[in-house]
């Protein structure tokens, strides 16, 4: 049966471009609607991010075909900022609205509809070409591997034994995070080839700074390497020789908060330097928002070992963002860019400086931002940012997709997958699009694995939580999960981040157990293949750019294309519980070598990658 009215403005058919635009950039629109309508005028209606109209725009017929009428605008958007969209018409019974469904096809409604959202964005200067295609590698250097013996501090807890399991028990009632395993940054610098196994082209490390806390999120000093990760010597020596094999470093920026235990607020006297905590005649005073000092102070999320900066005081503004500062000397020493975090927290103007910054130095540099929700309409603390409106990140982390591939396949949520996917095609900028950090496993998440485990963490105390490990028929069928999320993860848009040791069939719920060690004598060959295999295909140019197209999405079976100017590459998963048969007249297999010829018999709870023509139509039988 025909739809009443086709438009989605993730097909080029309907508009172009597809997804956020420039200001002043000229946007089409096609709308095809059923002849049995006698349409006496048709018009699109923009309204301000508030709710204020700004354009009202006649829809001209341009075509029929098909039984379909085409009405046509083509408008442009001086201003950049969120804006949304509907369409209304009048005929012989009143006036109709035309808005968004929830997965964005067109909804015929006699009252205020629901508006589709177009994202206006200022000039984006760079292209972000060394990036795109690539597949990134995310690393907690303590937990991946000893290389040259560095200084152990004498007031932590070291873990000879590098298979144990991070410490998690309070002491004293508190979690200390002091516990070290040794590994360092010349540890990575030995494993690149084994990294370039896996085709990875960026490498993301978690914060490498001067800090107390084995995770390094409480920053010491802003100039230094941790002496237990290594030394600037090391950290220039992993840059040059990641670089001979044409890999990226990328730095965590942690810019929100300080630790207690740094040169800056030195609150335990541990520095030679007078810190915020020990005078009000500190250089660094002013940095910090003393509520009743010396020990009431504002903290991220009340967390007393996080000191909060005053973002916007010129001096940590200067320090930080100013010519020779803190950015400018990580990427003159060989860093390709920075993954901010919490920025959420940081003030408009602070992130337009630190993005300004990493601009000057190199445009082609990427600021990839820390964001949970849709980046592109995220509201903190009760006012719409503008990451991309204002260009302020180039790329975030893809968390909505993360949660969404996992929803699918646990929960057979496919619809949901689909609309987080055609959600974030019109909603954000393509260059974003193609370098979205996609990641299914990261320090603050359970391993991959675990998320299709039988057992709910909540149901588990901690110390079972600690020893929990999948059995043999969970553990099946959790890495043809693993499997099937992959797949869609490494050929979608984007950049997928594999998060260290998943390669290797790592388990471990939350922090810290997601935070375990790389375990090199226990590396599943199969799941590890399986990655090398997904790295290799990747490298077709059509992961840079290529068109996504949504082919399949019914009975648990998801397939989408990448499609570039005489071929596309095809993704398909049956999270179905019964084998599904799938017509296509010609292709080759990717994972297998294996011809296509007229239909492909895809097994539940697998996946294939299909290397067909981009005029290849598939057909669920």
Same mark, same amino acid.
């Given at each position: 049966?025909?739809? %009443?009215?086709l438009?989605?403005?993730?097909?080029p058919?309907?508009?172009?471009?597809?997804?956020?635009?420039?200001? @002043?950039?000229?946007?089409?629109?096609t709308?095809?609607?059923?002849?049995?309508?006698?349409?006496?005028?048709?018009r699109?209606?923009?309204?301000?991010?508030?709710?204020?109209?700004?354009?009202?725009?006649?829809?001209?017929?341009t075509?029929?075909d098909?039984?379909?009428?085409?009405?046509?605008?083509?408008f442009s958007v001086?201003?950049?900022?969120?804006?949304?969209?509907?369409?209304?018409?009048?005929?012989?019974?009143?006036?109709h609205?035309?808005?968004?469904?929830?997965?964005?096809?067109?909804?015929?409604? %006699?009252?205020?509809?629901?508006?589709?959202?177009?994202?206006v964005?200022?000039?984006?200067?760079?292209?972000?070409?060394?990036?795109?295609?690539?597949?990134?590698?995310?690393?907690?250097?303590?937990?991946? =591997?000893?290389?040259?013996?560095?200084?152990?501090?004498?007031?932590?807890?070291?873990?000879?034994?590098?298979?144990?399991i991070?410490?998690?028990?309070?002491?004293?009632?508190?979690?200390?995070n002091?516990?070290?395993?040794? @590994?360092?940054?010349? @540890?990575?610098t030995?494993?690149?080839?084994?990294?370039?196994?896996?085709?990875?082209?960026?490498?993301?490390?978690?914060?490498?700074?001067?800090?107390?806390?084995?995770?390094?999120?409480?920053?010491?000093?802003?100039l230094?390497?941790?002496e237990?990760?290594?030394?600037?010597?090391d950290?220039?020596?992993?840059?040059?020789?990641?670089?001979? $094999?044409?890999?990226?470093i990328?730095?965590?920026?942690?810019?929100?908060?300080?630790?207690?235990?740094s040169?800056?607020?030195?609150?335990?006297?541990?520095?030679?330097?007078?810190?915020?905590?020990?005078?009000?005649?500190s250089?660094?005073?002013?940095?910090?928002?003393?509520?009743?000092y010396p020990?009431?102070?504002?903290?991220?999320?009340?967390?007393?070992?996080?000191?909060?900066?005053?973002?916007?005081?010129?001096?940590?503004?200067?320090?930080?963002?100013?010519?020779?500062?803190?950015?400018?000397?990580?990427?003159?020493l060989?860093?390709?860019?920075?993954?901010?975090?919490?920025?959420?927290?940081?003030?408009?103007?602070?992130?337009?400086? *630190? =993005?300004?910054?990493?601009?000057?130095?190199?445009?082609?540099?990427?600021?990839?931002?820390e964001?949970?929700?849709?980046?592109?309409?995220?509201?903190?603390?009760?006012?719409r940012?503008?990451?991309f409106?204002?260009?302020?990140?180039?790329?975030?982390?893809?968390?909505?997709?993360?949660?969404? *591939?996992?929803?699918?396949?646990?929960y057979d949520?496919?619809s949901?997958?689909?609309?987080t996917?055609?959600?974030?095609?019109?909603?954000?900028?393509?260059?974003?699009?193609d370098c979205?950090?996609?990641?299914?496993?990261?320090?603050?998440?359970?391993?991959?694995?675990?998320?299709?485990?039988?057992?709910?963490?909540?149901?588990?105390?901690?110390?079972?939580?600690?020893?929990?490990?999948?059995? %043999? @028929?969970?553990?099946?069928?959790?890495v043809?999960?693993l499997k099937?999320?992959?797949?869609?993860?490494?050929?979608?848009?984007?950049?997928?981040?594999?998060? =260290?040791?998943?390669?290797?069939?790592?388990?471990?719920f939350?922090?810290?157990?997601?935070?375990?060690?790389?375990?090199?004598?226990r590396?599943?060959a199969d799941?590890?293949?399986?990655?090398?295999?997904?790295?290799?295909? $990747?490298?077709?140019?059509?992961?840079?750019?290529?068109?996504?197209?949504?082919?399949?999405?019914?009975?648990?079976?998801?397939?989408f294309?990448?499609?570039?100017?005489?071929?596309?590459?095809?993704?398909?998963?049956?999270?179905?519980?019964?084998?599904?048969?799938?017509?296509?007249t010609?292709?080759?297999?990717?994972?297998?070598?294996?011809?296509?010829a007229?239909?492909?018999?895809?097994?539940?709870?697998?996946? $294939?990658?299909? $290397?067909?023509?981009?005029?290849?139509?598939?057909?669920?039988?």
């Amino acid at each position: 049966m025909m739809d %009443d009215i086709l438009y989605n403005p993730c097909l080029p058919e309907h508009k172009r471009p597809v997804g956020a635009v420039k200001r @002043g950039e000229e946007v089409a629109v096609t709308v095809k609607i059923t002849e049995r309508y006698a349409i006496a005028a048709i018009r699109l209606v923009l309204y301000e991010d508030g709710g204020a109209q700004v354009l009202e725009i006649p829809l001209t017929p341009t075509e029929s075909d098909g039984g379909y009428r085409y009405y046509q605008a083509v408008f442009s958007v001086s201003a950049p900022g969120l804006y949304w969209y509907c369409f209304a018409f009048n005929d012989v019974y009143g006036i109709h609205y035309i808005g968004a469904g929830s997965d964005l096809d067109a909804v015929l409604t %006699d009252r205020s509809p629901d508006c589709w959202q177009l994202t206006v964005c200022g000039e984006f200067a760079g292209t972000l070409a060394r990036f795109k295609g690539r597949t990134m590698y995310q690393i907690m250097v303590d937990r991946f =591997y000893r290389g040259r013996e560095t200084p152990i501090r004498p007031d932590v807890v070291f873990h000879n034994d590098w298979n144990e399991i991070p410490e998690y028990r309070p002491v004293h009632g508190k979690i200390l995070n002091n516990d070290f395993f040794g @590994g360092n940054l010349s @540890g990575v610098t030995k494993k690149l080839d084994y990294l370039k196994s896996l085709s990875v082209g960026i490498i993301y490390l978690n914060p490498i700074f001067k800090a107390a806390s084995n995770h390094k999120y409480d920053t010491g000093d802003y100039l230094k390497i941790d002496e237990m990760l290594g030394n600037e010597d090391d950290f220039i020596e992993l840059c040059r020789e990641a670089k001979a $094999r044409d890999i990226l470093i990328i730095l965590d920026g942690v810019f929100n908060h300080t630790g207690d235990d740094s040169v800056y607020f030195n609150k335990y006297g541990r520095y030679p330097t007078l810190g915020a905590y020990q005078s009000l005649d500190s250089p660094y005073f002013s940095w910090y928002k003393f509520i009743n000092y010396p020990d009431d102070y504002e903290s991220w999320w009340g967390i007393k070992t996080l000191p909060r900066v005053s973002q916007d005081n010129p001096e940590w503004l200067e320090f930080i963002t100013g010519p020779g500062g803190v950015i400018e000397k990580w990427l003159r020493l060989g860093v390709a860019g920075f993954r901010l975090d919490v920025i959420d927290e940081l003030s408009d103007n602070f992130l337009d400086l *630190i =993005y300004r910054r990493i601009k000057a130095v190199d445009p082609e540099n990427i600021v990839i931002g820390e964001v949970w929700e849709d980046a592109s309409n995220k509201v903190s603390y009760g006012r719409r940012r503008r990451y991309f409106s204002d260009n302020q990140v180039d790329a975030v982390m893809n968390y909505p997709l993360k949660n969404a *591939i996992i929803a699918y396949l646990k929960y057979d949520d496919l619809s949901g997958l689909r609309r987080t996917i055609r959600h974030l095609i019109n909603n954000y900028p393509k260059h974003a699009l193609d370098c979205l950090m996609n990641h299914l496993g990261t320090h603050d998440t359970m391993r991959l694995l675990n998320n299709f485990t039988h057992s709910s963490p909540e149901a588990l105390s901690r110390a079972q939580q600690a020893h929990y490990r999948l059995r %043999d @028929g969970e553990y099946d069928r959790a890495v043809r999960m693993l499997k099937m999320a992959t797949a869609i993860q490494y050929t979608l848009p984007g950049i997928p981040s594999l998060y =260290y040791g998943d390669e290797t069939g790592a388990q471990g719920f939350r922090d810290p157990f997601c935070r375990n060690t790389f375990n090199w004598n226990r590396i599943d060959a199969d799941i590890y293949n399986w990655y090398r295999s997904l790295g290799k295909i $990747r490298q077709d140019p059509v992961y840079r750019e290529g068109f996504y197209r949504e082919e399949v999405a019914e009975n648990g079976v998801f397939a989408f294309s990448r499609i570039a100017s005489d071929y596309k590459i095809v993704t398909i998963t049956n999270n179905g519980s019964n084998d599904t048969t799938i017509a296509m007249t010609s292709g080759i297999d990717l994972l297998t070598g294996l011809p296509v010829a007229g239909h492909i018999v895809l097994p539940e709870k697998t996946a $294939r990658i299909i $290397r067909t023509g981009a005029d290849v139509s598939l057909t669920l039988l």
